[in-house]
């Protein structure tokens, strides 16, 4: 198992439990930093390293006319606030390969979209920056198939990488994990990332926006944390029912503290065959 360093702490091979959590998109400087603040208390709390996370750019969302985030360069900005005030690393998206320099500058990890979990160029793009990339297994992709990615972005020089679950298309609006994948993508030697709130999405169950199962996300984190993964990726906000994007699939704040000590319970266990 290759180890990947964020920030100050590792990630893999036994080592502590990392959670990536925050909202889903930026909505205001003052939201993120109260939903980071606290995600980062909760996380210190009970021995969890954390990484602050949330997209600037919703560029894949339903409808045309969803809201999709401040943009990259007042995105940035926040983030860059939010990193220093909370002195936590921060994990954003891209969707095109320009935006992969300027993301770098601040984001200690960049997270590349199921969606685009294929696009070479923007592998690339990512993996020339030096920074730990974190790429979402697509939704019509196999974990064997992961290897492809990870292949590319060996042939790009980089060796920090992680890889998410967050579920496979099962039928029209639905999908399922299979928690084979956990194990079968660890196997490639990175790092495992369980997507605990996009697993229990509804694309497009809504018509011009996803709707989600929020009441399954605690049976998807524990039963993943038992088969072995190194890192949960949740996203977490005060008021779901106020979200901007993702709002039926987000974690209450106030229930992550529950969530988490389960989560950091069956991890104690496993944790040793994890090294």
Same mark, same amino acid.
Request: glycine share 10%; aromatic share 6%.
């Given at each position: /198992?290759?180890?990947?360093?964020?920030?100050?702490?590792?990630?893999?091979?036994?080592?502590?439990?990392?959670?990536?959590?925050?909202?889903?998109?930026?909505?205001?400087?003052?939201?993120?930093?109260?939903?980071? *603040?606290?995600? #980062?208390?909760?996380?210190?709390?009970?021995?969890?390293?954390?990484? $602050? #996370?949330?997209?600037?750019?919703?560029?894949?969302?339903?409808? !045309?006319?969803?809201?999709?985030?401040?943009?990259?360069?007042?995105?940035?900005?926040?983030?860059?606030?939010? #990193?220093? &005030?909370?002195?936590?690393?921060?994990?954003?998206?891209?969707?095109?390969?320009?935006?992969? &320099?300027?993301?770098?500058?601040?984001?200690?990890?960049?997270?590349?979209?199921?969606?685009?979990?294929?696009?070479?160029?923007?592998?690339?793009?990512?993996?020339?920056?030096?920074?730990?990339?974190?790429?979402?297994? +697509?939704? !019509?992709?196999?974990? &064997?198939?992961?290897?492809?990615?990870?292949? #590319?972005?060996? &042939?790009?020089?980089?060796?920090?990488? /992680?890889?998410?679950?967050? +579920?496979?298309? $099962? +039928?029209?609006?639905?999908?399922?994990?299979?928690? *084979?994948?956990?194990?079968?993508?660890?196997?490639?030697?990175?790092?495992?990332? /369980?997507?605990?709130?996009?697993?229990?999405?509804?694309?497009?169950?809504?018509?011009?926006?996803?709707?989600?199962?929020?009441?399954?996300?605690?049976?998807?984190?524990?039963?993943?944390?038992?088969?072995?993964?190194?890192?949960?990726?949740?996203?977490?906000?005060?008021?779901?029912?106020?979200?901007?994007?993702?709002?039926?699939?987000?974690?209450?704040?106030?229930?992550?503290?529950?969530?988490?000590?389960?989560?950091?319970?069956?991890?104690?266990?496993?944790?040793?065959?994890?090294?």
């Amino acid at each position: /198992m290759n180890k990947v360093k964020i920030g100050n702490f590792l990630v893999g091979g036994g080592e502590p439990l990392t959670l990536l959590a925050g909202p889903c998109v930026l909505e205001g400087l003052d939201r993120c930093l109260l939903i980071g *603040r606290t995600i #980062k208390d909760i996380c210190q709390k009970l021995g969890v390293n954390y990484v $602050f #996370k949330a997209s600037f750019d919703k560029a894949n969302r339903s409808s !045309f006319h969803s809201f999709r985030g401040p943009g990259i360069e007042k995105g940035l900005e926040m983030l860059q606030t939010i #990193k220093d &005030e909370l002195q936590v690393p921060v994990v954003t998206d891209i969707h095109e390969t320009y935006q992969a &320099e300027p993301v770098a500058k601040v984001a200690d990890v960049i997270q590349i979209p199921a969606f685009l979990c294929r696009q070479t160029d923007l592998l690339h793009a990512a993996a020339v920056t030096g920074r730990v990339v974190n790429v979402k297994k +697509g939704q !019509f992709l196999s974990p &064997e198939e992961m290897r492809n990615v990870v292949d #590319k972005l060996h &042939e790009c020089g980089c060796n920090q990488m /992680m890889l998410t679950e967050r +579920g496979s298309t $099962f +039928g029209y609006h639905n999908l399922v994990v299979d928690m *084979r994948s956990l194990p079968a993508m660890r196997q490639l030697g990175y790092p495992v990332v /369980m997507d605990g709130t996009h697993s229990v999405q509804l694309p497009g169950g809504n018509g011009t926006s996803s709707a989600g199962q929020r009441e399954y996300v605690d049976y998807l984190v524990r039963a993943a944390v038992g088969a072995g993964v190194d890192a949960l990726f949740l996203e977490v906000h005060d008021n779901p029912e106020e979200a901007l994007s993702d709002g039926a699939n987000m974690v209450y704040l106030d229930h992550l503290p529950e969530l988490l000590k389960d989560a950091v319970a069956i991890y104690e266990i496993v944790r040793p065959k994890l090294k």
